[in-house]
C-alpha cells in the first residue's frame, strides 16, 4: 500500500540525520530523512552511518514524483556532495529552512523508545530497529494521508 501523497512542483524536501545506536552506543546507527515540508510526509529514508554514501542512499530512496524537488539541510558536507547543486541548499538552524524535520525526530523520539536517549528499552537486533522504524514511518504516513484526503 502507498502511503505517500504525490508530490507537486513547489515541493521542498527538508534533509537531516538523527543518531541512535544498536547494543551499545558503540554501534551507532544514523536514520537519515526527507521530509516534503508541504505534505509533512516522510518521502524517504535511510538507515546508515554519516558518510556520503548514506546521503546517496537517501536520494535513491526517493519515489521519481518527489526527484529534482529543491531540498534544504544543515552544512553537513555528505549532503552537497550527494544532492544536485542547482536544487539543494545548505542552511544554518537559525534559517528554520529545517524546522520541520527537525520537529519530526522530537515526535520519532516521542512515539517510539528504542530512540530514546536513555532508555532502557534500546534496540538490540539492527533487523528489529530498522523494522520498528520502517513501521513508525508507514503508520506515520499513513495517518497524514488520510487527514489530507479526508478534508
Not at 512542483?9 to 554501534?27: C, I, P
Not at 552511518?49 to 526527484?67: C, E, F, N, T, V
Amino acid at each position: 500500500m502507498d502511503t505517500l501523497l504525490p508530490g507537486k512542483n513547489g515541493d521542498v524536501l527538508e534533509l537531516d540525520e538523527l543518531w541512535s545506536f544498536v547494543g551499545s552506543k558503540a554501534q551507532q546507527l544514523w536514520l537519515w530523512v526527507a521530509l516534503c515540508r508541504r505534505t509533512r510526509q516522510i518521502v524517504g529514508w535511510t538507515l546508515g552511518d554519516r558518510s556520503l554514501q548514506s546521503a546517496a542512499d537517501l536520494r535513491a530512496s526517493l519515489p521519481k514524483g518527489y526527484r529534482g524537488r529543491a531540498t534544504r539541510s544543515d552544512y553537513w558536507d555528505a549532503y552537497a556532495a550527494a544532492f544536485p547543486a542547482r536544487t539543494h541548499r545548505s542552511c544554518g538552524k537559525a534559517e528554520g529552512e529545517t524546522c520541520h524535520v527537525e520537529r519530526w525526530f522530537g515526535t520519532l523520539r516521542a512515539r517510539t523508545n528504542r530512540l530514546v536517549r536513555r532508555a532502557y528499552s534500546f534496540s538490540k537486533c539492527a533487523e528489529n530497529h530498522l523494522d520498528a522504524i520502517h513501521l513508525f514511518i508507514t503508520n506515520y504516513n499513513l495517518a497524514v494521508q488520510q487527514k489530507t484526503t479526508a478534508r
